[in-house]
């Protein structure tokens, strides 16, 4: 049974930094692109940040100076750390992970929830 377990979310204020974690299990990450989507009330699901299993990285504009995202194949597990939070960052971050091997074969995490505000 694979599993995507997303931690890290809260609320912080804005300015402030956070560092979202996905552990995979069932899964050799290593064979995933590992991704970070998020879906602000009333948005659609949108990409914050992506890394290939040869660590090449993709980021929305909209974060790509405030954000890192970095993988440990070792822990089956990837991170991403957010700086300078704003409130338009506030949304439920999922995690996702796309099989390299076959065409649309991919798996979601449940979710958590960014709250930026003061």
């Known amino acids: 049974q694979v599993q995507l377990v997303e931690s890290g979310g809260g609320l912080v204020q804005p300015g402030g930094s956070l560092r979202l974690s996905c552990a995979a299990s069932?899964?050799?990450?290593?064979?995933?692109?590992m991704g970070w989507y998020r879906q602000a009330p009333g948005k659609q699901r949108e990409l914050v940040a992506l890394?290939?299993?040869?660590?090449?990285?993709t980021y929305a504009d909209s974060v790509k100076d405030r954000s890192t995202i970095s993988r440990d194949d070792a822990k089956n597990t990837v991170y991403l750390q957010m700086n300078s939070l704003k409130p338009e960052d506030t949304a439920v971050y999922y995690c996702?992970?796309?099989?390299?091997?076959?065409?649309?074969?991919?798996?979601w995490g449940q979710g958590t929830q960014v709250t930026v505000s003061s």
């Open positions: 996702n992970a796309d099989d390299v091997r076959v065409r649309g074969h991919y798996y």
């Open positions: 890394i290939t299993p040869l660590t090449s990285t």
């Open positions: 069932g899964i050799t990450s290593r064979l995933y692109t």
